[in-house]
């Protein structure tokens, strides 16, 4: 059964530093695969997608995410956090083809310290 | 454009009740989606509506149905709520099933 997985439940990081938000899919090809983050009590924000092509997306907020296949990988980076970063964040997977809807990973809680 | 519009925003109902949820898409999206997101199981694809047709549709009980209308608004019911069902219910719209799903702001359900 396809799956994504997000390893860390919680992460924490001092505004300015670097981000990276780990994600691994398991499907029989490749997906479509996005990143979306969440503040309390609200939706989904879509950050950015792979489709195919070139590896490295740009998303919004400043964030981007390489797409690793031989890792089965989708991680998540940003150069410098700020504190408005801080959310929930979630990579999902997508089959294709009218498939099930989005498969989303269990989240990553990214805490900021001043 | 206007965003994916869900009301109400917060309901509380009784076990045993009934409950309707609404979607009004992006204009012009013809796909709308439903998850519920619990702490416990995360966000879970419920089902999928296209041109008023349901395509696709998750692991959840019968009590959980919805429909489309001809202006692609969507609605979600519940029947026969339990303790379990509170939640937040969210509907993506898009214009071909997931490949780039906007999301509203859900609606928080509370059932006691």
């Known amino acids: 059964a396809q799956s994504v997985t997000q390893p860390d439940i919680h992460i924490t990081v001092s505004e300015g530093a670097s981000l990276e938000l780990r994600c691994n899919y398991s499907y029989g090809a490749t997906p479509y695969l996005f990143w979306y983050v969440q503040s309390p009590g609200q939706g989904l924000q879509l950050l950015l997608k792979y489709f195919s092509g070139d590896t490295l997306v740009q998303g919004i907020k400043g964030f981007e995410a390489e797409f690793k296949r031989s890792q089965s990988s989708f991680n998540l980076r940003k150069p410098s956090v700020h504190w408005s970063d801080a959310a929930e964040y979630f990579c999902?997977?997508?089959?294709?083809?009218?498939?099930?809807?989005?498969?989303f990973g269990k989240g990553t809680h990214l805490i900021i310290q001043p | 454009k206007a965003g994916v519009t869900q009301t109400p925003r917060y309901l509380i109902k009784t076990r045993g009740q009934q409950v309707t949820l609404s979607c009004s898409p992006i204009s012009g999206h013809r796909s709308v989606s439903w998850y519920q997101q619990t702490p416990g199981q995360g966000l879970q694809f419920l089902f999928e509506y296209f041109s008023e047709t349901q395509r696709n549709k998750g692991n959840f009980p019968g009590r959980f149905s919805g429909r489309q209308f001809s202006n692609s608004r969507s609605e979600m019911n519940v029947s026969t709520l339990e303790l379990g069902d509170s939640a937040l219910y969210l509907c993506?719209?898009?214009?071909?099933?997931?490949?780039?799903?906007?999301f509203g702001q859900g609606t928080r359900l509370t059932v006691v």
């Open positions: 999902a997977g997508y089959s294709g083809g009218g498939a099930d809807g989005l498969t």
């Open positions: 993506a719209s898009s214009e071909q099933g997931a490949t780039e799903a906007f």
